[in-house]
């Protein structure tokens, strides 16, 4: 990159252009990470920000720039050809005492050091200095509520900024203040009155990098990488987008820490997007790459065996679970999750059964999807529960419930259940995830979607709302299964649009909303029939033999089968009410034994006959 081609940040823009006009700044933001510097022509490294300031104000005219520390008290930045001596004479004209380059002081020689620096004309023979209070938010415990040193500290401050007065320097003899800089974590650390409508007091925010900071630094921090000096320059093109790109959001400490860690473990540049994996979402080697392929080839069959009569789901949820490991179509700039897939349709019907069965083809187990009831998150400040309280409210060293589980477990199906029971401003954190993979939990951590399968499930599009405002069916198992999907999208596509006013969530789902069919009656003799055979094997577990005749099948099959409005869920309903509990009082009363062999030879609603044999 050429020189003309690298521009400083805009906040230090800002603070060089005001220097002639105001005597104190405060710098705000984004000033604990590390910010870029030109050290040269064409290289752009990452300093801290004191570091930044001191080259820049020397460059400026500066003859001397002095940091405080609340802790270490004062020292000063040293430029190259700086002598040491010359600084400390400086510190010793304010009035404080020097060992080693180090003058420790607490506030009240702050107060003192602040006065004859503003106000000094020989100070320094009269060259420009600059006074950096590093950490100022820790100057004070409560900036409404200041003790008296406190007080008078900034109300010197205060009176200061209006009685400082510029002189002329250096060889074209421009106007210097002997300026002030005070650094916090937030503008309103500081005392409201020492600020507001203060004209001789500029504020300054800090930004976090954006794109073209990102840019400037990634040649540097990539050179020392593996294969960098033998990449050609189109490698090299596309490991600089790719650590920009993965990088977005993150700070310039991150960044540097990314290229230590890829030094570290050997990554070569062209693997540089693996190491801002690994530091986002601490996994050593990426799980997607280590699914056992030939499980999802033959998925379908599996499936099939657990989620029964959804032929068009199943394959529409392994074609996403498919563009996930493969990342075909998949923009993976930033950290967006690997897929995301919203499961509609009538309760019962194996929506959530899916997910799960997804979750055991993935992981090998199926209890290892993190799943969150969203009628649990119906309340206006249900969201706090997600993402965790605010500072100063309860819970909030806990933490969020969504972001401990995904910082813990990064590599997993979430499955938000019954969606649209959720508030409004819960939907608003799933659009975060769904747009920047993003969320940022009530202690301020950033936790990183990028390896997690999202899984939405919702009834919505089942009954719709009459001219009366009365709840009504949409959708019922006599129509086909093209006309249930196209009226649950429609119903759906009004409920986000005109209902939520959050049509944005609705784009982001793009065209994985997977409708599910009705629970037909073929497909209910099948659920019938394995959940009959689950029962009796189950008993042959515990040596017990149980067999049923036909007639009393046929009438657990006619009792269990004649309303299938519930779904599968129904059916597992009716099992119980008229085979489970029947069997289990009859097998209790027969002081039922292992070895023992009995038979179902009649059976009427939640009432039945068993026989020894």
């Known amino acids: 990159m050429g020189q003309s081609a690298y521009q400083p940040g805009r906040w230090l823009r800002d603070l060089l252009r005001f220097l002639p006009l105001k005597s104190q700044f405060v710098l705000s933001g984004n000033v604990r990470d590390l910010q870029c510097a030109e050290v040269a022509p064409g290289m752009v490294t990452a300093q801290p920000l004191n570091q930044v300031l001191g080259d820049a104000l020397r460059r400026h005219g500066y003859a001397h720039t002095l940091v405080y520390q609340p802790l270490s008290g004062f020292s000063a930045i040293h430029g190259p050809g700086q002598e040491v001596?010359?600084?400390?004479?400086?510190?010793?004209?304010?009035?404080?005492t020097v060992a080693n380059g180090q003058a420790p002081a607490g506030v009240d020689m702050l107060s003192a050091a602040l006065e004859r620096l503003v106000t000094d004309p020989n100070l320094a023979q009269?060259?420009?200095?600059?006074?950096?209070?590093?950490?100022?938010?820790?100057?004070?415990?409560?900036?409404?509520?200041?003790?008296?040193?406190?007080?008078?500290?900034?109300?010197?401050a205060l009176m200061l900024s209006h009685q400082a007065r510029t002189r002329p320097a250096g060889a074209e003899r421009k106007p210097f203040f002997n300026t002030v800089i005070w650094v916090v974590d937030k503008e309103g650390d500081l005392p409201d009155w020492l600020l507001v409508g203060n004209p001789r007091i500029r504020h300054v925010p800090v930004a976090r990098p954006d794109g073209l900071a990102r840019r400037a630094l990634a040649p540097g921090l990539?050179?020392?990488?593996?294969?960098?000096?033998?990449?050609?320059?189109e490698a090299r093109v596309q490991a600089e987008n790719a650590f920009v790109d993965g990088t977005e959001g993150l700070l310039l400490l991150d960044m540097n820490a990314i290229a230590v860690l890829a030094r570290v473990e050997g990554v070569p540049v062209e693997r540089v997007a693996d190491a801002v994996r690994r530091y986002k979402v601490g996994v050593t080697e990426d799980p997607w790459l280590k699914i056992d392929r030939s499980k999802i080839r033959d998925a379908d069959r599996f499936i099939r065996q657990r989620v029964k009569g959804q032929s068009q789901a199943v394959v529409h949820m392994l074609d996403i679970v498919k563009r996930a490991m493969t990342g075909v179509g998949g923009n993976r700039r930033g950290n967006r999750p690997r897929g995301v897939a919203f499961l509609a349709g009538p309760t019962g019907v194996g929506k959530t059964e899916l997910a799960k069965t997804i979750t055991s083809l993935l992981f090998g187990d199926e209890s290892a999807y993190i799943r969150f009831d969203m009628s649990e998150f119906s309340a206006e400040h249900a969201d706090q529960r997600l993402i965790g309280a605010?500072?100063?409210?309860?819970?909030?060293?806990?933490?969020?419930?969504?972001t401990n589980a995904i910082r813990e477990r990064p590599f997993s199906v979430v499955l938000f259940d019954e969606i649209?029971?959720?508030?409004?401003?819960?939907?608003?954190?799933?659009?975060?995830?769904?747009?920047?993979?993003?969320?940022?939990?009530?202690?301020?951590?950033?936790?990183?979607f990028s390896e997690a399968l999202i899984v939405f499930t919702s009834n919505l599009g089942i009954y719709k709302m009459d001219e009366q405002g009365r709840r009504t069916l949409n959708v019922s198992a006599s129509e086909s299964y093209e006309t249930v999907s196209a009226k649950v999208h429609a119903e759906i596509d009004r409920h986000f649009k005109l209902v939520l006013n959050r049509p944005e969530i609705l784009n982001r789902m793009g065209e994985n909303i997977i409708v599910f069919d009705f629970i037909r009656e073929?497909?209910?003799?099948?659920?019938?029939?394995?959940?009959?055979?689950?029962?009796?094997?189950?008993?042959?577990?515990?040596?017990?033999?149980?067999?049923?005749?036909?007639?009393?099948?046929s009438s657990l099959r006619t009792l269990?089968?004649?309303?299938?409005?519930?779904?599968?869920?129904?059916?597992?309903?009716?099992?119980?009410?008229?085979?489970?509990?029947?069997?289990?009082?009859?097998?209790?009363?027969?002081?039922?034994?292992?070895?023992?062999?009995f038979e179902v030879t009649a059976l009427a609603s939640q009432t039945l006959t068993l026989a020894a044999r």
């Open 222 to 233: 990539l050179r020392p990488l593996a294969g960098f000096a033998e990449a050609a320059p």
């Open 420 to 448: 649209e029971k959720a508030h409004p401003r819960v939907l608003d954190k799933f659009l975060q995830i769904l747009d920047d993979g993003v969320l940022t939990s009530g202690r301020g951590d950033r936790v990183y």
């Open 390 to 402: 605010p500072p100063g409210y309860v819970g909030y060293d806990a933490g969020g419930e969504l």
């Open 126 to 156: 009269g060259a420009p200095c600059a006074l950096v209070i590093d950490f100022a938010s820790r100057l004070l415990t409560r900036s409404s509520d200041l003790t008296a040193v406190e007080h008078q500290l900034f109300t010197r």
């Open 560 to 597: 269990c089968l004649r309303d299938l409005s519930n779904g599968g869920r129904g059916i597992r309903n009716q099992m119980e009410a008229h085979l489970l509990n029947p069997l289990a009082r009859a097998l209790f009363d027969a002081d039922a034994q292992a070895g023992q062999r």
């Open 85 to 96: 001596q010359a600084s400390d004479a400086v510190l010793t004209q304010l009035g404080l």
């Open 522 to 553: 073929d497909v209910a003799q099948q659920i019938f029939e394995q959940m009959v055979a689950v029962t009796l094997a189950d008993l042959r577990a515990q040596e017990l033999q149980v067999d049923m005749a036909e007639a009393a099948l």
